[in-house]
């Protein structure tokens, strides 16, 4: 057995430890002042903005907040985004699962065939499959419905989905599914109690591809829905980019509060979100 070796502080030299921690704070910076910048022109009137682009509002006004989410609808769009990414999610997640303990132990002839086309769907851009979802969606009567939206995108997330999961659940020996079957359980049983609770750190990683892949996805949903009813936040914050572009206050708080859901997901859930992407980056 290798012995793991404990690296300190103390061992670095002080030039790189200072080199290291000005890189941090470089970074962070270049991070968090879009985001800052953001915030503080939301709170400017029009003449403000064009006055000074990059100063501090003189009269900080919350006004365009409220203006933004009655022009918008975000009531409606966040209850949609909500929709689409929560029902999404949870059916990559199970679907992925159940497939890839299907390719890791539960092997035959096809499995190859099969994974190997799950596989291939990694290689496809949304560009190149626009118009014929959007063609097959029309043909099938389900454009402008919350099924073929929620259709392609489970569709999008399995890809990646099924290959993760498939290669997390390899990691898990044999002799675990081997043992549970002498004992008389069924492969159901097997999934449900040993393979799925073992595969959470994978479920966790594909969580967070679907749900910031989703809230923030805007080209197809523009093209398979035009009701106002069935539309999500990026949708309604484009609406900014046309007639009321000009309007920049209301403009940034729109986009302000478009942001807000994924940085309160990420401050929610920060720690799980980097146990499960480094689990998921070392098993898979």
Known sequence: MMKQVKIRKSDFHPVLRAFVYLMALVFTVLTLYPLLWL???????????????????????????PTAWRLAKFDTLFLNSLFFTTVSTLVVIGLSLMAGFAFAKLRSKATPFLHGSF??????????????LFLMSVTTGLYDTRLGVLIPYVGMGLPIGVYLCTEFIKSIPDSVVESARIDGASYFRIFASIVAPMAAPVAVTLAILNVSGVWNEFMLINILVSRDALRTLPVGIHKFSGALASDHG???????????????????????????????????
Do not use: C, D, H
């Open 39 to 65: 915030v503080i022109s939301s709170l400017k009137t029009n003449t403000e903005f064009q006055i000074n682009i990059l100063g501090w509002p003189q009269n900080p006004t919350l006004n365009n907040y």
């Open 250 to 284: 209301r403009q940034f708080a729109a986009l302000t509060i478009g942001l807000v859901p994924m940085v309160v997901f990420y401050l929610l859930f920060r720690k799980q979100i980097t146990k499960g992407v480094s689990a998921g980056a070392i098993k898979g």
């Open 119 to 132: 596989i291939m769907g990694i290689l496809l851009t949304l560009q190149s499959i626009m118009v014929p």
